[in-house]
């Protein structure tokens, strides 16, 4: 494991509110290698935005870290101090929003915002507003926008939600980068639209020969764009493998109900999906958050908290029934 | 832009034409006889008949307010039973010393807002933070009545700070009228002692007059920043490094002082209706002290005139103010 | 079997609205100012309530003279001192918050319901109605409401009911422009276009379809403005437009007081202290309530 880049151990994210603390990141492992691709899938609300943005410690002020450490090229992002962190948000990793909408500032033209993720990319070299100007426009032209002159006078609300997504994700390749998160791109868009925008994040990414955490809620987006996939269920990860690997194998009973929900041309009609709800997070049960909507949970599932166990070399999973 | 302002101005004008007839109804449902007011107990008769029909207050409503309005378009508002001058006279005289006090007024009220706001949210829950936003609530529940007679008190009589009453002192020659401001006129006329005696005069009344806006201001402010600081688009900034600084600056700042703006517009404008007990508790010369008077004697020319003038002033402070708000906010400088 | 399902929703329901009772608590008391406005607020109704019980001196606040004790300082028997009548200041201040919230009441209980009203006809109907109402609105709010009130309270007789008409009379377009601009927005969404399809009557869309949805910033802004009411009314009370003496009312006592300015601070300093104090409550107990409404971040 020579050639891990980034890796985040035993992270506990807690949400300060009014009923306690919500235990929204419960201990997650992740590692992403030079070069590689990383899908992170699991339901709406599960934890995988809040551990994403810990990495950047983007979270809001009522998310703290509880314990766990991120470390990237061997170093602890969380225990970092504030010059080497900027160092790091500035030209090592990035992370796309998850609402283009909202990751604008409404009151400033895209290329004034664009202008300034450049202008501290590198703060001892002097840009000019030409050099600037002409980075942005490729940045823009990158990914796919004709007319980026026009785009760059732009304020957000002119412009459309493919649009901004576009936008978003040439702001974080404008500066080259060794790690791109992108957090469920084009999920406010219509398919048509996310499927052009997860084509271009591939080939940019690839391209650029850069690692990228890929963030998203279907296994079907997962398995066409990432080479290893991580499963989260309410801020566990679940289950790690190759994504062949997961797709020939699902082992997790999770990841099988899941991949029962990814529409297949011979199928036989909808999926029952999995029933029930994500639990609460504010004072969970012990024991594995998905024992209550488990259809093979038994006593201990409801006890213990299954730890991570390897099932071979590149597949590993939490859970009783495989230990 | 344009489109913007014009029809801006045409609402604007629209609203002075319904606040005259709003005035003239006012004026009108007054019980008593206006005439028999003006000439006081003891007029005779025929001098009060006289002088109905020379206000015209035989004839019917509708007449009665189109003598007045065509009247007021030519400047004539009529004469003061007060002072026995034209009312327009009277307004020019003091008009001057109020326009003085709420531009200084205003400067205060706008710098210091900002710099308290910005400074309560760049501290925010630390002692500082605590410190301005607790001041706030008091300033706010404190009329502006009972805060300028404080003032007049610590820093007029019993410190003896500042001058307390009037534009200038008693000794002091005033500079040549040039704008009718006195620190204007007195910078005009390169007079230092008078520009200093001036300003010292208006000190007080202007920070008494700006207080409670500044506070509520420097309020708003800093929760329009501390929302705006939830925001998926700072968290971004801070994510791609950009300085704390910068984001404080200027991706915090600008959209934030939206709400504000527009709150301080209502504020300055009606710094000219506070202005009425300021200038009663200072002596200040102004239109409002004139116009309280005349509210108080039933003056109903010069009551009617005021209004008109103070709604015209307000129309122009809100025009300013939109056309501001319009350059910080992009969606409403280019339509939607 | 059914009647078993009924039950289980009442309680489910119960749970779920003492949930959001404690919820609302939370975010209400979360900040700690917006509890002592509730409490400075409770008082002030308390002590307005049970003034003739509480005041030391009741005759005191009627035409009483007694110039033995005039112009005393705070004592143990005249705790916020005398006036150059010789009448007790804290009875009079205390008879002084019956005033103030009375008028701050009548004000709002009229204000309110009319300017809500017309803003729902405005909002929602749109066309004549709209221009019309919100150019009236428009032209109430083009001057300083006080000075609109002053003027309004110089031409009628000098009194309380004279001043309360006056104030009312400015009040009621903040609500219409505010609840006109949010039933202009509803009336584009999806639950009144459906409303409309399934035949709901025009009342029903107004009052059990928009309404609900306004009531909160309404609430919020009354309970702002109950302070505003009553700063207004001491102004109007100070310029001697409102209450006439002998009746105690706030700006009435610091005008009085502020013509024997240092000597007999207490006339200026209590009232001035007495009105900061409600004005003050209801301004913390707006923010509180503001909080306790506020979606997001809980």
Redesign the interface.
């Known amino acids: 494991m020579t050639n891990e880049l980034l890796s985040i151990k035993d992270l506990e994210v807690w949400y300060k509110t009014y009923r306690g603390y919500a235990k929204v990141v419960n201990g997650v492992n992740l590692t992403v290698n030079k070069g590689e691709k990383v899908g992170v899938v699991g339901e709406s609300g599960c934890g995988k935005t809040t551990t994403m943005k810990s990495i950047l410690r983007m979270n809001v002020q009522s998310a703290y870290v509880n314990s766990g450490e991120i470390l990237y090229s061997g170093e602890n992002i969380l225990k970092m101090n504030e010059a080497k962190l900027q160092e790091i948000r500035r030209r090592d990793i990035a992370m796309i929003s998850q609402e283009p909408s909202a990751a604008l500032n409404p009151v400033f033209t895209i290329g004034e915002q664009i202008r300034d993720v450049i202008r501290y990319s590198d703060t001892k070299k002097k840009f000019t507003k030409e050099e600037m100007q002409s980075k942005a426009i490729d940045a823009i032209k990158s990914v796919m926008i004709s007319d980026p002159e026009r785009i760059l006078a732009s304020y957000p609300y002119q412009l459309s939600g493919g649009m901004k997504q576009r936008i978003c994700i040439a702001m974080g390749l404008v500066v080259p980068r060794n790690v791109l998160i992108a957090d469920e791109p084009g999920t406010a868009l219509d398919v048509t639209i996310q499927d052009q925008i997860h084509r271009l994040l591939h080939n940019l990414v690839e391209e650029k020969d850069m690692s990228l955490i890929m963030i998203t809620h279907s296994l079907g987006v997962a398995r066409e764009l990432v080479d290893r996939i991580h499963v989260m269920y309410a801020g566990d990860v679940v289950e790690v493998a190759k994504t062949d690997d997961l797709f020939k194998k699902p082992l997790h009973p999770y990841t099988i109900g899941l991949l029962d929900c990814v529409p297949k041309l011979s199928g036989g009609g909808i999926s029952e999906g999995i029933y029930g709800y994500v639990p609460s997070y504010i004072n969970p049960a012990p024991g594995c958050r998905f024992a209550s909507r488990c259809p093979k949970a038994t006593q201990i599932c409801r006890e213990q908290k299954p730890s991570m166990t390897s099932v071979d070399a590149e597949h590993s999973v939490a859970c009783f029934n495989y230990q | 832009m344009l489109r913007f302002l014009s029809r801006r101005l045409l609402q604007g004008v629209f609203v002075i034409f319904g606040l005259s007839i709003f005035i003239f109804v006012i004026s009108r449902i007054i019980p008593g006889d206006p005439a028999k007011m003006a000439l006081g107990p003891r007029a005779t008769e025929t001098a009060v008949e006289q002088l109905r029909e020379e206000m015209h207050l035989n004839d019917s409503i509708p007449e009665q307010y189109y003598y007045w309005i065509t009247g007021a378009l030519k400047g004539d508002l009529g004469k003061s039973v007060n002072t026995k001058r034209a009312v327009v006279e009277d307004v020019s005289e003091f008009l001057p010393a109020t326009i003085e006090l709420v531009i200084v007024s205003g400067i205060i009220l706008i710098v210091v807002s900002l710099l308290l706001g910005v400074l309560a949210a760049r501290y925010k829950d630390t002692w500082i933070d605590a410190l301005i936003r607790f001041t706030a609530y008091i300033g706010i529940a404190i009329p502006s009545f009972v805060m300028a007679i404080i003032f007049l008190l610590i820093f007029g009589l019993v410190l003896q700070w500042v001058p307390v009453l009037g534009r200038l002192s008693p000794g002091m020659t005033p500079p040549p009228t040039v704008t009718g401001l006195m620190m204007v006129d007195s910078l005009i006329a390169g007079d230092m002692a008078a520009f200093w005696d001036a300003f010292e005069h208006i000190i007080l009344p202007a920070i008494s007059l700006a207080l409670g806006g500044l506070l509520q201001e420097a309020r708003i402010l800093r929760s329009a920043i501390s929302d705006n600081m939830g925001k998926e688009y700072i968290a971004v900034a801070r994510g791609y490094g950009i300085p704390n600084n910068k984001i404080m600056n200027k991706y915090l700042l600008k959209p934030s002082m939206i709400p504000v703006v527009s709150v301080m517009g209502l504020d300055l404008a009606s710094l000219m209706g506070n202005a009425f007990l300021v200038e009663k508790i200072f002596n200040w010369p102004g239109l409002s002290r004139y116009g309280l008077n005349a509210m108080l004697t039933k003056d109903l020319n010069a009551i009617s005139a005021v209004i008109l003038i103070i709604g015209l002033m307000f129309l122009v402070i809100n025009i300013v103010v939109d056309i501001i708000i319009a350059a910080l906010d992009p969606r409403i400088r280019l339509g939607d | 079997m059914e009647n078993q399902g009924r039950i289980h929703k009442n309680t489910f329901m119960k749970e779920s609205t003492r949930e959001n009772m404690?919820?609302y608590w939370?975010?209400f008391s979360?900040n700690k100012?917006s509890v002592l406005g509730l409490l400075l607020v409770i008082s002030s109704i308390v002590i307005a309530i049970f003034a003739p019980v509480i005041a030391p001196f009741p005759q005191h606040v009627e035409a009483f003279v007694d110039y033995n004790n005039a112009s005393l300082a705070p004592s143990s028997t005249y705790w916020f001192g005398t006036d150059i009548f010789g009448r007790d200041i804290l009875s009079r201040i205390i008879f002084a918050f019956r005033g103030a919230l009375y008028m701050s009441i009548i004000v709002l209980a009229i204000a309110v319901p009319v300017g809500t009203l017309l803003g729902l006809i405005a909002g929602y109907f749109g066309g004549w109605f709209e221009v019309v109402i919100m150019?009236?609105t428009?032209?109430?709010l083009?001057?300083?409401?006080?000075?609109?009130a002053?003027?309004?309270a110089?031409?009628l007789?000098p009194n309380l009911t004279s001043s309360m008409i006056a104030v009312t009379v400015m009040w009621w377009p903040w609500y219409t422009r505010m609840v006109a601009g949010m039933a202009k927005s509803y009336s584009k969404e999806y639950f009144i276009k459906n409303a409309e399809l399934i035949g709901a009557s025009k009342f029903h869309i107004l009052f059990r379809e928009i309404l609900p949805n306004c009531i909160s910033p309404i609430l919020t802004k009354m309970a702002l403005d109950v302070?505003w009411v009553m700063?207004i009314g001491?102004?109007l009370s100070?310029?001697?437009?409102g209450e006439q003496p002998p009746t105690p009312a706030f700006?009435q006592m610091?005008s009085d007081g502020?013509k024997y300015?240092?000597d007999l601070w207490w006339m200026?300093i209590y009232p001035?202290m007495a009105?900061?104090?409600i004005?003050?409550g209801f301004?913390?107990l707006g923010d509180g309530i503001s909080d306790m409404f506020n979606k997001g971040?809980?």
């Not at chain 3, 083009?142 to 609109?148: D, E, F, H, V, Y």
């Not at chain 3, 100070?238 to 437009?241: E, K, V």
Request: hydrophobic letters at 50%; one cysteine or more; charged letters at 15%.
């Open positions: 404690r919820m939370y975010k979360r100012l150019r009236l428009d032209i109430f083009s001057i300083p409401a006080i000075i609109l002053l003027s309004i110089s031409v007789e302070g700063l001491a102004t100070y310029c001697g437009l700006g610091i502020s300015m240092p200026t001035a009105i900061a104090y004005i003050l301004n913390l971040r809980q």
